[in-house]
């Protein structure tokens, strides 16, 4: 979708007012990415490291004040939210909350809806979370990478989170939920592959049947050589 957005931005634009282009839940705003660039073949590659949410998270937990400032370095005046909460460490469910807010803040709602159009800001807070929460295809050093990169930006320091009618609306190939969803799996099952024991190779024999005994050869004279009894004194 980004793709066609990048080749002409303006009928993006229009196809998405006139609800020819659907865009739902199940698609990541530029927003979410670093400098809003996009990879189709590594859709988590930069995801949830928007500059934006940076700002917007440390504007609502560490006061308006504190976005221009060292992360970790206290704001005058009264205490925000991360003081008054004993709060110094970015989780998954802040993360979510900071894109929903911000995605509600871009649109053209005047103020926060549940849904919007087909947008469901309960179904895409639950997105944000299963990308590090997601029992089955969990990226752990994704997590720990993206988390450490939230925790140096907003507290100074890279601890992990705790983890415990005519118009007709289309979608075009898999969401970006489901291929992220997709190449997680692949990643896990090519590094369980590469842990499994390889086999020792198995040393082969091969049976070789005898030779049968051919017959004894004949004597130069033609007649058969006798293996019989040894001769007598009178054969002598």
């Known amino acids: ?17 006139d609800g020819r282009q659907s865009i739902d839940h ?3 705003p530029s927003m979410m990415y670093t400098n809003g660039l996009f990879d189709p073949d590594a859709v988590d590659m930069g995801l949830c490291r928007g500059s934006l949410l940076l700002k917007a998270l440390r504007h609502i937990f560490t006061s308006p004040s504190s976005v221009n400032k060292p992360p970790g370095k206290k704001s005058q005046g009264r205490g925000c939210i991360a003081q008054m909460y004993k709060l110094d460490t970015v989780e998954p469910e802040n993360i979510a909350y900071v894109a929903a807010l911000t995605r509600s803040l871009l649109s053209a709602s005047t103020c926060w809806e549940d849904e919007d159009g087909t947008f469901e800001a309960e179904t895409f807070y639950s997105n944000v979370v299963r990308l ?8 752990d ?12 930006g907003v507290y ?10 005519g118009a007709v609306m289309r979608q075009s190939g898999l969401s970006q939920v489901d291929l992220l969803r997709q190449q997680r799996a692949a990643r896990a099952a090519a590094r369980h592959a590469s842990t499994q024991p390889q086999q020792p190779p198995q040393d082969s024999f091969e049976y070789v049947r005898p030779p049968e005994m051919s017959e004894p050869p004949s004597s130069p004279s033609g007649s058969s050589l006798s293996f019989g009894a040894a001769p007598s004194t009178a054969d002598i």
């Open 26 to 28: 199940n698609n990541w």
């Open 1 to 17: 979708m980004r793709d066609e957005f990048d080749e002409d931005p303006q009928a993006f634009c229009d196809s998405v007012i």
């Open 132 to 139: 590090f929460k997601d029992d089955i295809n969990v990226d």
């Open 156 to 165: 100074g320091h890279s601890a992990t989170g705790r983890l415990a009618a």
């Open 141 to 152: 050093d994704w997590v720990a990478e993206t988390l450490s990169w939230w925790n140096s």
